[in-house]
């Protein structure tokens, strides 16, 4: 059955460990004791009761909207017990735009929210028909559930405790510093390094072109 709504509304946009007390008590042993994460954790769940974390394509830029419109399906069919939760992948951001620094919440994979739930016909039908969903990935009718090592990268990118930094400009470009002892200066992006997080610029000082790295938020595009 297609989707029961075609969105016409104005788009969204994003910018805003359990311990096992049951467990016997030991003794203090030599090997390090291995920490577990929030991933872990919701890995061990799924494993238990064989709910899975499948994957649901909507329109672009309703995400939100999407998940909301489910969890209200969720409540109001009673479908608590086989659909579990609703994710948007999402990851932490920050930009520099007019001289200013600002966090946003950026969609990882824009059009796609993660369902955690047992798929029976009856689930299934709840997912499929809520507005704003236009299918499921998978072959056909029959969705496929994400592999444990991908919930666990994706969960672990969401828990991620530093923020990315959303680079706007790219080699070849005029830039202007903001920050450090170059301030206000323009120069040329002559190398950019994601790993470190650092750009070099190339800045005319006393009439000679100075290489100068500075970090990603010491600069702004043009």
Not at 62 to 70: A, Q, T
Not at 108 to 116: D, H, K, Q
Not at 182 to 194: A, K, Q, R, S, Y
Request: glycine fraction near 6%.
């Amino acid at each position: 059955m297609a989707a029961t709504e075609n969105p016409e509304e104005e788009r969204e946009e994003s910018v805003s460990e359990s311990e096992d007390l049951s467990a016997p008590m030991v003794e203090a042993a030599d090997e390090p004791i291995e920490e577990t994460s929030a991933a872990d954790d919701v890995l061990e769940e799924s494993e238990e009761d064989g709910r899975g974390w499948f994957v649901i394509h909507c329109y672009s830029g309703y995400e939100n909207k999407v998940r909301h419109n489910l969890e209200q399906r969720i409540e109001s069919m009673g479908m608590k017990e086989k659909i579990f939760d609703v994710v948007i992948p999402t990851q932490e951001e920050i930009e520099v735009r007019d001289g200013k620094r600002r966090s946003i919440e950026r969609h990882v994979f824009p059009g796609y929210v993660l369902v955690n739930m047992i798929m029976t016909e009856e689930s299934w039908y709840v997912v499929r028909n809520t507005p704003g969903v236009t299918g499921f990935v998978g072959m056909g009718n029959d969705p496929i559930p994400l592999r444990p090592e991908e919930v666990s990268q994706i969960l672990r990118r969401m828990e991620a405790d530093a923020p990315t930094i959303k680079v706007t400009y790219k080699a070849g470009e005029t830039v202007r510093i903001i920050d450090g002892p170059f301030n206000d200066f323009h120069g040329t992006v002559d190398e950019i390094d994601m790993d470190r997080s650092k750009v070099r610029v190339m800045v005319n000082f006393f009439g000679r072109s100075t290489p100068v790295e500075l970090d990603f938020l010491q600069v702004e595009k043009m």
